[in-house]
């Protein structure tokens, strides 16, 4: 089985400090794949260096077997990788349709047809991506919110509605960071069918998350980050039970 | 009918308007520009030289035009890899150095300026002018690269995680604006028929700065609002006239204070 995403021996150092020392990762096609581990152990960093946003000190990283390190972050998305943020990043000047409507620009073509459509009263691309638009919202359960402004929404719609400007851009993987954080029980729950449901409509999801019990569920593979190094790699059952992983991060709760 | 007087008055506000219109959509992109009247220079001087020559107004209107948008690529290239207050600096010395230029450059004057500019500037032109920039700028609020430009206004990183190609956008947000302000320039050389250098100075690009910040940054209504104000005010009150610039200095203040976001809301706020 080959690989949809490569990162090779990967390291991330700020100044003195090395906040990811040659990391491996390999992520396959349809899987639900976790990344977890304590805080600062360099998650959200690994996750900038797949999305381009932030660029590797070493290491070189693929998608379906093409390097693409060094790549900007909007080039990176048009190759089907999209993300959500930790902490929220909408647009808090555009409608909720607006901004999910910003992540089908990456499939609207090309900016010749932008200024064509800009000439003609009704185009046509517009109206398609915003019909999309609904749709994702939809289907993220956002539907009854529409008329409000992004920041109106409890934080919990505003990670749903990230995911929904991700899913816009129709990408092959999806990077979600910590989209748990804040939510009860139920909307944990809610979450979890949204992430099986996402992968079953053939996308592969990258998952960082601290809320155990979703990982352990819905993960078909999990890697653990501890202070920047992989220190473990496999299903979650095997995770569940590995000394290394519950001494830096589970702890005995589990 | 409008007396001569009157006409005038509304060509000048609508020639603001497009000064207005012209800073707004780069500033809807988050880059603060303080050097429309450079643009607007270009238009002036390559518009007023062509008709000189012969060449029909609109078509000289449309050379001074494309100038300016070419131009506003060059000086929007530098401003990819710079924010906030050092894209106003950057732009406030090329306003300087295009004021510089106009000074020094003989074939249109130099310092004794440019005069014999024959009176092509009809004031229903300039309405139209004025309308035709309203709705394209409006029209692109609702478009692909006007939410672009919100985006990247608000969260330049999330903007560019989302698909978003800085470059184009801000380029375009430049020469777009930039296009707009060599229109009007076009339109205030076949107005005034002199310009010399001393006209597209600092302060003019301060003042198209006021129209956008008074009414509304946020709202494309604003700029049209904010212009129309400020040029027909000390027309029609003497005392505002005697004391201009100190009387916009205190709407500002008064502005900044009570609407902050301008007279007129972002857009998204009417619902
Ligand atoms: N831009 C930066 N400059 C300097 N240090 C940084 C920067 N970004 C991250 N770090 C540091 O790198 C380390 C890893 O941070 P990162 O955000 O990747 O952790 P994380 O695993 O996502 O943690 P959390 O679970 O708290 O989100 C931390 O010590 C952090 O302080
Ligand atoms: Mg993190």
Known sequence: MTALLVADAISKRFGGYLALADVGVQIRAGDIHALIGPNGAGKTTLFNIISGVAVPTAGRIAFQGQDYTGRRADQVLAMGVAR?????????????????????????????????????LEPRAERDARDRALEVINFVGLQGRIAMLPGELTLVDQRRLEIARALASGPQLLLLDEPAAGMNPSEVNQLDTLIRQIRDSGITVLLVEHHTRLVMAVADRVTVLSAGRVIADGPPSIIQRDEAVITAYLGDSQ | MLSGYWESVITFAGINVLMGLSLYVPMSAGLISLGQAGFMAIGAYLSAYLTKLGVPFPLAMAAGALAAGIVGLIVGAPALRIRGIYIMILTLGFGEIVRVFFLNFTPTGGALGYSGIQPLTEFYWVLTACAIALVAVWRLRHSRMGRAMIAIHEDDLAAEAMGINLMTVKLFAFSFGAVIAGVAGAFYAHQTLYIDAQQFDFARSATTFLYVVLGGPANPLGPVLGAVLVTILPETLRVVQDWRMTFFGGLLVIAAIWRPDGLLKPLHSYR
């Open chain 1, 84 to 120: 959500n943020f930790q902490h929220v990043r909408l647009f808090p000047g555009l409608s909720i349709v607006e901004n999910v409507m910003i992540g089908c620009h990456a499939r609207m073509g090309s900016l010749l047809q932008e200024l064509l459509s800009y000439v003609r």
